[in-house]
């Protein structure tokens, strides 16, 4: 069974600090996901990960993918207070024969602080 | 361009009653995702629908069910509801299974 662990799960930083979420998961997957929830929101979309090495930024966000080690990493440069949110990252999975299962992890609380 | 509409979004239906969600995605989007979050669970997959298809379904018992219509508007019904089945269920549309997705704003089920 395909477990997802993400940590922290819950992260408070200075404006203008540097940090990363880690996304471990425990079977092979060669796609991974990373959402974004704002309080009382729906889910956004942050970047698909399609292949090993697969690196995506936009704006302070960067993500990567090691299917080998079986990690993604979500960094954050210069933290600013809009980025306060719960990221999650999920991972799809082969489950019986069909194209797959997504896995989500619990999510990280990100509060930025001035 | 309009987004993901998802409708009602609030409902509340009594322990055995059954209920329909509607999503409509954006259009040219023929993929429809279909998520569950609860404060205990986290979330959770459902299904995916590509062009009328169940393409992927996750760890869900058979009282949940789905469509999705040539139009490409998807729907999900859930039979016999249980108090668990309280949540925000959330659909999303992308192009295909590889590309990002757009959420609806959700659909918050009370069951009481």
């Known amino acids: 069974e395909l477990k997802v662990e993400q940590n922290p799960l819950f992260l408070s930083m200075q404006e203008g600090k540097n940090y990363t979420i880690y996304c471990n998961y425990s079977?092979?997957?060669?796609?991974l996901y990373w959402y974004r929830q704002d309080p009382g929101k729906s889910l956004e979309s942050l970047f698909v990960?399609?292949?090993?090495?697969a690196v995506k930024q936009e704006g302070r966000l960067m993500a990567s993918l090691d299917t080998k080690a079986r990690l993604s990493t979500l960094h954050i440069t210069a933290a600013v207070h809009d980025l306060s949110a719960t990221y999650f990252c999920?991972?799809?999975?082969?489950?019986?024969?069909?194209?797959?299962?997504?896995?989500f992890g619990k999510g990280t609380k990100l509060s930025v602080k001035p | 361009k309009a987004g993901v509409t998802q409708t009602p979004r609030y409902l509340i239906k009594t322990r055995g009653q059954q209920v329909t969600l509607s999503c409509s995605p954006i259009?040219?989007?023929?993929?429809v995702s279909w998520y569950q979050q609860t404060p205990g669970q986290g979330l959770q997959f459902l299904f995916e629908?590509?062009?009328?298809?169940?393409?992927n379904k996750g760890n869900f018992p058979g009282r949940f069910s789905g469509r999705q219509f040539s139009n490409s508007r998807s729907e999900m019904n859930v039979s016999t509801l249980e108090l668990g089945d309280s949540a925000l269920y959330l659909c999303?549309?992308?192009?295909?299974?590889?590309?990002?997705?757009?959420f609806g704003a959700g659909t918050r089920l009370s069951v009481l």
């Open positions: 999303a549309s992308s192009l295909d299974s590889l590309s990002i997705q757009y």
């Open positions: 079977t092979t997957s060669d796609r």
């Open positions: 990960l399609l292949s090993n090495g």
């Open positions: 999920a991972v799809v999975t082969d489950y019986g024969g069909s194209q797959g299962n997504l896995i």
């Open positions: 259009s040219g989007h023929r993929s």
């Open positions: 629908y590509f062009s009328e298809t169940q393409r």
